[in-house]
């Protein structure tokens, strides 16, 4: 069965600073590896997602993820943090090959980013 | 471009009273959707999804029910809600296309139930 891990409840890091929010994946079959936003008390926001292809993959405001198949990780990263990348960020894999398209979350890592 | 959209964004409800929340998508035609809850701000639970009207699938038994009357509406009920019911309720859509497959959030909806 499929399941994505995170496995930092928190992260936190300098303004200015390289951040990296940690993602484990387990599926049978290639991967469909999503990354999403939630800021308080709003909806997830879509940032990213890897299908086939290049590896890096870039998105919304400045993040990008780094798929490798041998770790089994999508860690998603930014060069530079700002304190309003502050937020609840999740991981998620879609469901096997099914027309659900449902996807499986992970536990959310909260990025706590200082001034 | 695809909207979506979720009312109310705040509800109190009592112990035992009757719940309804509603999604809409605009935009795009034959939608999958889903309704998540998130409890404590953490952990998304999946509650039901469609693939289209009339057909809702049920991912944890419990007090709530859905309903999908129109392409792209799909509304959640309760009819006694429970204090375990409260928490930020989530609608989402996605593309049926084999091309599209993350998922969108509509701005959800906080449930506190007394």
């Known amino acids: 069965a499929q399941s994505v891990a995170q496995p930092e409840d928190q992260v936190n890091v300098a303004e200015g600073n390289p951040l990296t929010v940690k993602c484990t994946y387990s599926v049978s079959g290639n991967p469909y590896l999503f990354w999403y936003v939630q800021y308080p008390n709003r909806g997830l926001q879509f940032l990213l997602k890897?299908?086939?292809?290049?590896?890096l993959v870039k998105g919304s405001y400045g993040f990008e993820a780094e798929f490798n198949k041998s770790q089994t990780s999508f860690h998603l990263k930014k060069p530079s943090a700002l304190v309003s990348d502050s937020a609840l960020y999740f991981c998620?894999?879609?469901?096997?090959?099914?027309?659900?398209?449902?996807?499986?979350f992970g536990t959310g890592t909260l990025l706590a980013v200082q001034p | 471009s695809q909207t979506i959209h979720q009312w109310p964004a705040t509800l109190v409800q009592p112990v035992g009273s009757p719940l309804s929340l509603e999604c809409t998508v605009e935009g795009t035609s034959n939608p999958n959707l889903y309704w998540y809850r998130q409890a404590a701000g953490r952990g998304l639970q999946l509650l039901f999804y469609s693939v289209g009207i009339g057909q809702i699938s049920s991912e944890v038994p419990q007090n709530l029910s859905a309903s999908r009357p129109q392409d792209r509406q799909f509304i959640l009920s309760s009819k006694k809600l429970l204090l375990s019911d409260s928490g930020f309720y989530l609608c989402?859509?996605?593309?049926?296309?084999?091309?599209?497959?993350?998922?969108?959030f509509g701005p959800g909806t906080r449930l506190t139930v007394t």
């Open positions: 989402a859509w996605s593309g049926d296309r084999e091309s599209s497959y993350e998922q969108y």
């Open positions: 998620a894999v879609r469901e096997g090959w099914s027309a659900t398209n449902k996807l499986i």
């Open positions: 890897y299908i086939t292809g290049d590896n």
